[in-house]
């Protein structure tokens, strides 16, 4: 007779002590990142406000615990819940047979992601595929410059090329027939925005949609980046004044993430495309090799259930009102912040579409002591508990996109939006009318020399690495305390030519991590 004693396995007791060591040292580490709800940090993390939310998510994702998501046949939770979910945005975007007058039983068909970018990454690489072109052979993706990177990092990828159609400085906005006058032969896939995460915009869909399907070739993709969007725009109070869905019949794709406005825990997006041809031209199958025939409707092979599970648990959980509440919120904290924040003088909240973004600019109409730099406020703010995103200004032909700093509303800010406009009142106020962030002095060298013409772009990209190391960790040493902020980093990047600049962030997070 045998005696079933966990206990007996020596084994589990080394495990359970070294375990809980480790979950000590987690802990910890965790009480000193910055709050991820609460609704003090104004981007990456998405709060619903409500505690139940998270239990139900992280209860899911215990459920969900040991799944390999690679294998719906053996795995049945995996097709149930990545079916569910897919019909569930699908719904939401206008992707129902009978939803528009263009769509009709051409179904729309999905795919669960682990994120937007793989979502974005998977558009266009269906779309290279649909339009019958290898890497490298120059198809393009075109798109507004305000389009997220994760369509760069498509091309970069996948061979492509990304063209960039340059938007109204002073409103960030891309005309239809700008975005329109750059596709050619050669293009592949046109991608807009809903919204666009930088400037809140939403691009002009329909427009772009009735022209091309006037004037181009019908295997051209239309994609619609709604990663942001996607489930906050169609719950916003009073409507966001124009169609931007599958309710567009033009319209292939669109992309749409859980773990941002769908309140769910990082790891979750979808991807909906028109047609079955679009929605398997990403898909990676092969017999041709001696283990289990591969079948991955994503980058993955072996993947957690994890994410998903918590998606649809949340998803299941809100339901359409629970959702509606929950933008409702945000659209009032939302409203409450663009007010305060245009009161503030020398700063300038900039004009956009409905929507839970907010980008704040120094306002130009005032001289220049009273201006309020967005890079300097936003370390201010961050001085004083409330994190908010520095963006760079972004230099096109038609005149540069300004220096901001961006806020993401999300339902939780609706208890806070009186501190945070203390917070960024107090912030002007200690920085109004300061010259403009410089670069770190580590970078004054090179930027010296680059402004002078004694070092071309070209020298610093072929540097070894090591040197590169070298020149970023000076800088790290340099703003390595906690109380220097961003600024300077951001000054640097907008002196620096993109392809510098993205090198050399590179060598900055690398060196972080190491
Ligand atoms: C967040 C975002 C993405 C990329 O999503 P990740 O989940 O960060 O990979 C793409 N497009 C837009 C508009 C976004 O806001």
Redesign the pocket.
């Known amino acids: 007779m045998t005696v079933d004693h966990p206990d007996a396995d020596p084994l589990e007791s080394l495990i359970a002590r070294r375990g809980e060591a480790a979950l000590e040292t987690l802990e910890e580490l965790r009480a000193a990142d910055p709050p991820t709800t609460g609704g003090r940090v104004l981007s990456y993390v998405y709060d619903s406000g409500l505690e139940g939310v998270d239990r139900v998510a992280v209860r899911a994702a215990g459920l969900a615990h040991g799944v390999n998501g690679l294998d719906p046949t053996v795995f049945g939770s995996v097709a149930r819940i990545h079916r569910e979910i897919v019909q569930r945005v699908r719904a939401i975007l206008g992707g129902d047979p009978g939803d528009g007058p263009d769509v009709d039983d051409d179904e729309v068909h999905g795919v669960v992601t682990s994120?937007?970018?793989?979502?974005?990454v998977l558009a266009c690489l269906a779309a290279r595929e649909v339009a019958g072109r290898a890497p490298g052979s120059g198809g393009t993706i075109v798109a507004p410059v305000t389009?997220?990177a994760?369509f760069r990092k498509a091309a970069h990828v996948l061979g492509m090329r990304f063209v960039g159609v340059e938007v109204d400085p002073a409103s960030g906005r891309v005309s239809a027939a700008d975005l329109l006058g750059a596709v050619d032969r050669d293009t592949c896939l046109v991608v807009c925005?809903a919204?666009?995460?930088p400037t809140g915009v939403i691009d002009p869909v329909e427009q772009v949609a009735a022209g091309l399907d006037a004037h181009h070739d019908p295997r051209i993709g239309l994609h619609v980046?709604?990663?942001?969007?996607g489930l906050v725009l169609p719950f916003w109070p009073g409507g966001v004044g124009s169609t931007w869905d599958l309710r567009i019949g033009r319209v292939t794709s669109i992309?749409a993430?859980l773990?941002?406005y769908g309140f769910a825990p990082?790891g979750t997006?979808v991807l909906l495309s028109r047609g079955r041809t679009r929605h398997r031209a990403s898909w990676f199958s092969t017999v041709d090799w001696p283990g289990y025939p591969v079948v991955n409707p994503t980058l993955s092979g072996s993947k957690p259930l994890e994410p998903a599970a918590a998606a649809w648990a949340v998803l299941e959980a809100l339901g359409d009102d629970g959702q509606s509440e929950l933008v409702a919120r945000t659209a009032r904290a939302t409203a409450v912040l663009v007010e305060g924040l245009s009161g503030i003088e020398g700063l300038r909240v900039i004009d956009s579409d409905p929507g839970p973004l907010i980008a704040v600019v120094a306002d130009g109409s005032v001289g220049d002591d009273q201006r309020v730099h967005p890079h300097l406020w936003a370390d201010e703010c961050g001085r004083r508990g409330i994190a908010v995103q520095a963006q760079p200004a972004y230099r096109q032909e038609r005149g540069s996109l300004p220096s901001s700093s961006h806020l993401t509303i999300t339902p939780v800010t609706e208890r806070l939006t009186d501190e945070i406009l203390t917070v960024a009142r107090a912030s002007a106020d200690a920085v109004r009318g300061l010259p403009d962030p410089s670069p770190p002095a580590a970078f004054a060298d090179v930027l010296a020399a680059l402004e002078a013409g004694a070092l071309s772009p070209g020298d610093l990209l072929a540097l070894p690495e090591d040197d590169v190391h070298a020149m970023v960790s000076g800088v790290l040493g340099e703003t390595g305390g906690d109380d220097d902020g961003m600024a300077p980093l951001l000054a640097a990047i907008e002196r620096l030519p993109a392809e510098v600049g993205g090198r050399l962030v590179r060598a900055y997070l690398a060196a972080v991590m190491e």
């Open positions: 994120g937007g970018t793989e979502s974005c389009v997220h994760a925005s919204s666009s995460y980046d709604a990663c942001l969007g992309s993430d773990h941002k990082k997006s």
